[in-house]
């Protein structure tokens, strides 16, 4: 690895010094040129100089140090000011004085290839001064890189993490191949290689991943992104080249890339080298062990759409786990956990309908502080009261949360309501939708009918359209859909070319749009009763999942 930095860096040395040098060719030659340019006079006698006097062919007299330059229509002259009558050109022709210019001139270009060539000395020094530190820096890294790469043990199972039912039951078989792999061996099932779990800061990824390693009872081999991309080209990547050969010697076991994102960025126009190297040495490494070598890679980012094709393809993170915020019942499942050993007279199912928005992180912190708030009162027993007292420093403080009044949450549930049924009826498929969360399915297929994009178009559209029509008032929680409706309306009409007669233009853009608020307003009508019942649902519970929007259709229709 040594021998390849040092090959690189020395490369890189020379690329630079040779680009130096060749400036400094340019410059000479520029400088050389115009020498050559200036002294391209002929050098005349005093015979010729009198024919041209005679003949009246000069048009100009230039007196330069020792020579004097005649200078004609088609082509100019010197000779050495002692070989003419100087009176006499003089007195006929103009005449144009220059103050030893030419010497000037050259000793000006020649200060400027010394400096030229005192800077390339220098800079040579100084880059082969570079090369021999990071040569000695890369060396100390080498030797320490291995040492921060430990196996941990995870004292944390399922039971320290509330709610997440839905999750816990997808990583449910991960924990069972870690703890009998032979089990599946034996029937020739292989699992995935890489799980990635997708999600908002704050709902416990990173919990999730130590809970899967406690209750596999595996070592657990804990890893930011950031920590992968070093300044020295190469050392991201033999880092994680030592990661995996670790694990593997300690397989079953689990590796956490934790904000992935960091070291798997799509590579593009911004390029990075060490963070490129380092994301090409992730994907062998996921090519290169088998399912069977025990080794599951869980990653976790906020940002999945950032990261690199190669990454999310088959056979590497090709089992992907949406964590969204936790719902009402999430929340007091979370509350009751954090409050179980505090004594307190808490109203948990009130508190948790007052924390709408509230990440598991942020519950936490609401738990703790209510706690500090009782203990300044003098009182050993958390309240409910307290929660109330304390919510708006949390909601205020460093961690900002969107929460809602009881208003705002009507407004929300009749907006997301809205687009429940819209998406239903229009055989939009999505996951779960709730008063802070739409999860459409996102388009896997390559291709896709423009009847399907208009749909989803009028999804985007439809809870604006709801709550203009109960309210008789625009909301500014419609802005993101609105701006994701134009998007799309965008791609129909110029990415996909799917406008009438093939010219792109805005005016199809808007008449796209104007057309899908026309229908909205008439399915809206006809689906009242439905988006009233999926409101009042939202209010109660706060998530809604398409078959039950599907059970409420069937009731009314």
Not at 177 to 192: C, G, S, V
Not at 251 to 257: G, L, R
Not at 380 to 401: M, Q, Y
């Amino acid at each position: 690895m040594i021998t390849t930095k040092l090959n690189f860096n020395t490369q890189l040395w020379k690329s630079k010094n040779i680009k130096i040098i060749i400036g400094l060719i340019l410059i000479f030659t520029i400088l050389l040129s115009f020498s050559m340019l200036r002294n391209h006079t002929k050098l005349i006698g005093h015979k010729q100089a009198n024919l041209l006097y005679s003949q009246n062919k000069i048009e100009k007299v230039i007196l330069d140090g020792e020579y004097i330059y005649l200078k004609t229509d088609k082509e100019n002259y010197k000779i050495y000011k002692e070989a003419i009558n100087k009176k006499a050109f003089f007195s006929k022709y103009p005449v144009e004085v220059r103050e030893e210019h030419g010497y000037i001139f050259d000793i000006l270009s020649l200060l400027i290839l010394i400096g030229a060539f005192a800077f390339l000395f220098r800079f040579m020094k100084q880059s082969r001064l570079q090369q021999l530190q990071s040569i000695r820096a890369s060396k100390v890294a080498e030797t320490t890189v291995d040492e921060s790469i430990e196996a941990l043990t995870s004292s944390v199972t399922f039971k320290d993490v509330a709610g997440i039912k839905d999750v816990k039951e997808e990583l449910e078989e991960i924990i069972d191949f870690l703890r009998e792999p032979q089990k599946y061996h034996n029937l020739d099932i292989r699992l995935p290689k890489g799980v990635l779990l997708i999600g908002p800061p704050g709902v416990g990824k990173t919990l999730i991943s130590k809970a899967v390693a406690g209750e596999a009872n595996v070592p657990f081999f804990y890893q930011s992104g950031a920590s992968f991309v070093h300044i020295y080209v190469g050392m991201g990547a033999k880092r994680v080249s030592e990661l995996f050969k670790k694990a593997k010697q300690m397989a079953p076991s689990i590796i956490f890339i934790d904000e992935i994102d960091a070291v798997g960025k799509s590579r593009g126009e911004f390029r990075n080298d060490e963070r490129e190297a380092t994301l090409n040495q992730l994907l062998t490494e996921m090519d290169g062990f088998e399912e069977s070598s025990g080794v599951i890679v869980i990653g976790a980012t906020n940002k999945v759409e950032m990261l690199d094709d190669a990454l999310l393809r088959a056979g590497r993170f090709d089992r992907r786990i949406h964590i969204s915020l936790p719902d009402l019942e999430d929340r007091e499942k979370t509350l009751e956990l954090y409050l179980a050993q505090k004594s307190h007279y808490v109203d948990v199912k009130k508190v948790a309908q007052m924390t709408v928005g509230f990440n598991s992180a942020a519950l936490d912190t609401l738990t703790n502080e209510a706690a500090i708030f009782a203990m300044r009162d003098g009182r050993n027993k958390v309240e409910t009261s307290d929660f109330e007292a304390v919510k708006e420093k949390v909601l205020s403080g460093k961690r900002k949360i969107l929460s809602f009044t009881q208003e705002e949450r009507e407004i929300q549930a009749v907006y997301q309501g809205a687009k429940a049924i819209i998406a239903t009826w229009l055989d939009i498929e999505f996951e779960k939708i709730g008063i802070v969360t739409t999860r459409l399915t996102l388009q896997e297929h390559e291709i896709v009918s423009r009847s399907k994009l208009l749909n989803r178009i009028k999804v985007y559209l439809a809870g604006s359209i709801a709550t203009q029509i109960r309210y008789n008032e625009q909301f500014s929680n419609a802005s993101k859909d609105i701006l994701m409706a134009k998007e799309l309306a965008h791609k129909v009409v110029y990415e996909y070319a799917m406008s009438q007669d093939f010219r792109a233009t805005t005016l199809q853009e808007e008449e796209l749009l104007i057309d899908a608020v026309s229908e909205i307003n008439s399915l809206l009508e006809t689906l009242k009763q439905a988006v009233n019942e999926v409101s009042v649902h939202l209010l109660e519970h706060e998530n809604i999942a398409a078959e039950e929007c599907r059970d409420i259709l069937r009731k009314i229709f």
